[in-house]
């Protein structure tokens, strides 16, 4: 099938956001969907097979923190629990400036992400294989990046354990989350703190005119995080902060 009907859409979701939708970068976004897609078959990245309902809710939905000035100012992202890529791969496209980790627990993804980028030829990106809580206590890793963002992976206070130990001081991590996402944080807020980070504001996504009720939350990386978090991997969804 070509994509042309759902690039016009990618298109102008990606100018309203101030992203200047080049044939390059739409060609690169047509083809990601084509390799994610024929990959869906042999092994399940997503369970979004629609086209149209693909580019709403992978790469629209995805680049949502993109016109932010949180994410504008940063020049290392690190992206949590990535999955088929998302939100990272779709950033890093429209965001040749930065550099991208892409982490994932399962490796069979993150060879397929490879895959992905070769084929692309998106260069400002590197995938890793990794748990969350074992990549956080390695010195290359550890308070070392602007910017985190992670994407339906788990409840806020989880997944701050999960990020926060990533962030420098001054950094921001981007939780993607849903309508519930005030309640999230009434939950998470203790855990928050704990981590060394603050809750700063709540932003709608902007892209209501899709059908996106999609949330983000920033949250500002104020003090280092205790040596002692993360926890060893399976605690910090087992026993929550």
């Not at 989880?158 to 950094?171: A, D, H, N, Q, T």
């Not at 504001?201 to 040596?227: C, Q, W």
């Amino acid at each position: 099938m070509n994509n042309i009907k759902q690039m016009d859409v990618l298109a102008e979701a990606l100018n309203s956001l101030g992203v200047t939708a080049s044939t390059d970068i739409l060609v690169k976004f047509s083809t990601y969907m084509d390799l994610v897609l024929d990959w869906n078959e042999k092994v399940n990245l997503t369970a979004i097979k629609d086209r149209d309902e693909f580019v709403v809710k992978h790469f629209i939905d995805s680049l949502c923190c993109v016109s932010d000035q949180r994410f504008k100012d940063a020049g290392s992202v690190v992206d949590i629990g990535t999955g088929a890529g998302f939100p990272g791969l779709p950033l890093a496209i429209v965001s040749p400036d930065k550099h991208f980790i892409l982490a994932d627990s399962l490796n069979k993804r993150i060879r397929i992400i490879d895959d992905i980028l070769q084929s692309l030829n998106v260069t400002n990106v590197t995938a890793v294989h990794g748990r969350a809580e074992e990549m956080a206590r390695k010195k290359e890793y550890r308070e070392a990046f602007d910017f985190c963002v992670s994407r339906a992976v788990s409840r806020l206070s989880v997944l701050s354990e999960y990020c926060l130990p990533f962030i420098r001081k001054e950094g921001y991590l981007a939780a993607y989350k849903g309508p519930e996402a005030e309640a999230e944080l009434a939950d998470a807020r203790s855990a928050i703190f704990l981590l060394g980070g603050k809750a700063e504001s709540i932003e709608d996504s902007g892209m209501e005119k899709y059908g996106l009720i999609h949330r983000i939350l920033y949250i500002k990386k104020v003090k280092n995080t205790p040596k002692t978090y993360p926890r060893k991997p399976g605690t910090p969804e087992k026993q929550p902060l």
